[in-house]
């Protein structure tokens, strides 16, 4: 089992940045690849990123790309997403959430687990 614990969301007016963290514990996450989506009220659950086990490969939702940068440290157990010039149209709750490959990333039903997820809330 590996279970999964966001943090760093917040308020935020817009253009600024916010950092989100992903800690696992119970398993190492090196031979997971590691993905983050967000969802908004009313809203379907939407792909933000993904990261391969070994930070080859990087991957990004339209709506981020050249927003957001998705990046780990297999040695802290943690992935991270980096978000700059936040809108308020990114105010969702974000998950971070762990699969045993990196296939499919894309497809929330993927992954095999999930934190609870952190709120980012984006003023105008």
């Known amino acids: 089992q590996v279970q999964l614990v966001e943090s760093g969301g917040g308020l935020v007016q817009a253009g600024g940045s916010l950092r989100l963290s992903c800690a696992a514990s119970?398993?190492?996450?090196?031979?997971?690849?590691m993905g983050w989506f967000r969802q908004a009220p009313g809203k379907e659950r939407e792909f933000v990123a993904a990261?391969?086990?070994?930070?080859?490969?990087?991957d990004y939702g339209d709506s981020v790309k050249g927003q957001f940068t998705i990046s780990r440290d297999n040695a802290k157990n943690s992935v991270y997403l980096q978000m700059n010039s936040l809108k308020p149209e990114d105010t969702a709750n974000y998950y971070c959430?762990?699969?045993?490959?990196?296939?499919?990333?894309?497809?929330?039903?993927?992954?095999?687990?999930w934190g609870q997820g952190t709120q980012v809330t984006v003023s105008s």
């Open positions: 990261i391969s086990w070994g930070s080859i490969n990087t």
């Open positions: 959430a762990a699969a045993g490959r990196y296939s499919d990333y894309k497809l929330a039903r993927q992954y095999d687990y």
């Open positions: 119970g398993r190492t996450l090196s031979s997971y690849a």
